[in-house]
Each structure stands twice: as C-alpha cells, then as structure tokens.
C-alpha cells in the first residue's frame, strides 16, 4: 500500500503564498499520476492539480491557473503544489491522492489518500 502525508498548510493573508508536499511511503509512488484536491466544511472534494509519473504533464482546475503550480520529484518521492497569489476562497483542507490518470477530475479515480494538511488564507 501506498501511504501518502500531507504537510506544509497554515495560515496565511491573501496574496501571500505556501508551499504544500505530498510524501509517500514507498519509491513506486513513481510510478502513479498524483492529484490534489481540496475540500471546505460542508463541501464536496474539489480538483486543484495533477501529474503524470514522470512530472511532464499537468493539469490545473480553471480556478488556480497561473498560481498554483503542481511538480514531483521522484528520487524523493514528493509531489509538491507551490501556490502563489492565495486567495480567501482557496482555504480548504488539501489532500493528494494517487489516481488513475493525470487528466483525471474525478476523486473516486483515485486510490490512495494522505491525511490532509489545512490551508487557510485571511483576508
């Protein structure tokens, strides 16, 4: 099984910026498409970012484009989600998750789940 954790969330201010890691377990994480979503109390799990294994394709929620970027390093097994510009509406709990494919949008695509980290931003 792969196990997945989450860090790097906080509290920030608007316009501010937070860098985010996902670590797993085992070196064949390479092997995977990774996906961040992200969820608000009383929210459905939404889509943020993906990757393919080798890190030479992305894709991005409409909503984050040209502020968050997604990327992997696989000799350390992390995938990370840098995101610049945070806006109030981006605080939500983020989550990666191993998936079935890069382009995928779909939560139930995807397997294994870290814990979460929480993301705050303040206005």
């Known amino acids: 099984q792969v196990q997945l954790v989450e860090s790097g969330g906080g509290l920030v201010q608007a316009g501010g910026s937070l860098r985010l890691s996902c670590a797993a377990s085992r070196r064949t994480f390479s092997s995977y498409a990774v996906g961040w979503f992200r969820q608000a109390p009383g929210k459905e799990r939404e889509f943020v970012a993906s990757i393919n294994w080798s890190g030479g394709s992305t894709h991005y929620a409409d909503s984050v484009q040209g502020r968050f970027t997604i990327s992997r390093d696989n000799a350390i097994n992390t995938v990370r989600l840098q995101m610049n510009s945070l806006k109030a509406e981006d605080t939500a709990v983020y989550y990666c998750?191993?998936?079935?494919?890069?382009?995928?949008?779909?939560?139930?695509?995807?397997?294994?789940w870290g814990q979460g980290t929480q993301v705050t931003v303040s206005s």
């Open positions: 998750a191993t998936c079935r494919s890069w382009r995928t949008t779909d939560s139930d695509d995807c397997a294994h």
